[in-house]
């Protein structure tokens, strides 16, 4: 059984920053991706980070904002968040793949607010 679970989420005024963590444990190895996908109430979820062994990618609304970063061997992703704008808000969600599947987090709420 795989287990991913987040943290960081919270409140944070305008402009303000937060880290978001998710670490799997469980049988999961090799792991190759990691993602971090955000939805907002009444959106979609949306892909806004990934990071491979060979790279990262980002949405264009968090450009220049979020950092994403990963530890491969501690499964475990980062998504660093700096100028947080209202439109930021959402739950963020920790996606993880690799050998035998891919698995979803509980989700985090961030709430960008003054």
């Known amino acids: 059984q795989v287990r991913l679970v987040e943290s960081g989420g919270g409140l944070v005024q305008p402009g303000g920053s937060l880290m978001l963590s998710c670490t799997a444990s469980?049988?999961?190895?090799?792991?190759?991706?990691m993602t971090w996908y955000r939805q907002a109430p009444g959106k979609q979820r949306e892909l806004v980070a990934t990071?491979?062994?060979?790279?990262?990618m980002y949405v264009d609304s968090v450009k220049g904002r979020f950092t994403i970063s990963g530890d491969f061997a501690k499964n475990t992703v980062y998504l660093q968040m700096n100028g947080l704008k209202p439109e930021d808000t959402a739950v963020y969600y920790c996606?993880?793949?690799?050998?035998?599947?891919?698995?979803w987090g509980q989700g985090t709420q961030v709430t960008v607010s003054s």
């Open positions: 996606w993880q793949a690799g050998l035998g599947g891919a698995y």
């Open positions: 990071i491979t062994r060979q790279s990262t």
């Open positions: 469980g049988s999961i190895f090799s792991i190759n991706t």
